[in-house]
């Protein structure tokens, strides 16, 4: 079993940075693909980004592209997302989720667990 906390979420204004941060437990982080997905309230979850193993591989849905980033650090058993520009529409709830599968995927239903959630609110 693998538990997954995030952290960083919070309030900031629209142009702002917040970077959120996932630590993981219970299972060698390195054979995990790690990844981002938010969900407002009545809305089907949205792919934000996806990391493979070794860091290699990065995937971001279109909209977040140029603005976010994510990493991680093995050695921390962390994931993080890095986000800049933020936008009216980034406000909401991010998940941390983590796949025990070989390649990143952009659908939620390929991934094994999931974090409690971060709220991120940007104000214009």
């Known amino acids: 079993q693998v538990r997954l906390v995030e952290s960083g979420g919070g309030l900031v204004q629209a142009g702002g940075s917040l970077r959120l941060s996932c630590a993981a437990s219970?299972?060698?982080?390195?054979?995990?693909?790690m990844g981002w997905f938010r969900q407002a309230p009545g809305k089907e979850r949205e792919f934000v980004a996806a990391?493979?193993?070794?860091?290699?591989?990065?995937y971001y849905t279109d909209s977040v592209k140029g603005r976010f980033t994510i990493s991680r650090n093995n050695a921390k058993s962390t994931v993080y997302l890095q986000m800049n520009n933020l936008k009216d529409e980034d406000t909401t709830v991010y998940f941390c989720?983590?796949?025990?599968?070989?390649?990143?995927?952009?659908?939620?239903?390929?991934?094994?667990?999931w974090g409690q959630g971060t709220q991120v609110t940007v104000s214009s």
């Open positions: 219970g299972r060698t982080f390195s054979s995990l693909i």
């Open positions: 989720a983590a796949s025990e599968r070989m390649t990143p995927s952009r659908a939620g239903s390929e991934y094994d667990y």
């Open positions: 990391i493979s193993h070794n860091s290699a591989y990065k």
